[in-house]
């Protein structure tokens, strides 16, 4: 029963992959009758092909791994399901920049009792595209929360996400296909 006052998981892994391991040690805590404090800090890009060893497994480590990067807004997601779990020290380790932790902690201004000082800098509660979709089409539904919590970012490269599940990629050069 001796144990240490914060247990928790760091790097190596993508956010999601973090989760899992978070519930199942909780699972095992709570079997033991255990409450030290959780702490979480994944990785900043998404690997769920990492492997064993995480994303020192994928080929793109380490010089090509920025395609792979979450989103702010991912950062968001994670953060309040980490706190969801339990999880009350949160942060990001490797891929992770000041907009994602800014994010997380915009996301959790509820239970901090604040904004973040950055937040000044932020369009945080989307106010700025909210405007903006009045006057340009092109910001349609960017003032919404849930348009960007709901994303389905694309690496922006030849049969990433938006190349490879369109039926037909219209806007794709016939040669990037073959």
């Known amino acids: 029963k001796a144990g240490a006052t914060l247990v928790g998981v760091n790097c190596l892994f993508d956010p999601y992959i973090c989760l899992d391991v978070i519930k199942s040690m909780k699972l095992a805590l709570d079997a033991f009758e255990l409450t030290p404090y959780l702490m979480a800090q994944p990785l900043g890009y998404r690997v769920p092909d990492g492997g064993s060893f995480g994303w020192v497994e994928i080929p793109e480590f380490p010089f090509s791994v920025e395609p792979r990067q979450i989103t702010r807004f991912e950062a968001r997601k994670w953060a309040r399901e980490a706190y969801k779990l339990g999880v009350r020290y949160i942060g990001g380790c490797c891929g992770f920049e000041p ?3 800014r994010a997380m902690a915009e996301e959790l201004a509820d239970v901090r009792g604040k904004l973040p000082e950055a937040s ?3 369009d945080h509660d989307l106010a700025i595209h909210k405007n903006l979709e009045s006057k340009l089409s092109r910001y349609a539904n960017k003032g919404d929360l849930s ?6 970012p694309c690496t922006g490269r030849p049969l990433s996400t938006p190349f ?4 037909s990629p ?5 040669a990037i296909l073959n």
């Open 170 to 174: 219209v806007t794709v050069n016939k």
């Open 99 to 101: 907009y994602h932790i």
């Open 164 to 167: 490879c599940c369109q039926p």
């Open 147 to 152: 348009f960007w919590m709901n994303q389905k």
């Open 120 to 122: 000044e800098k932020s």
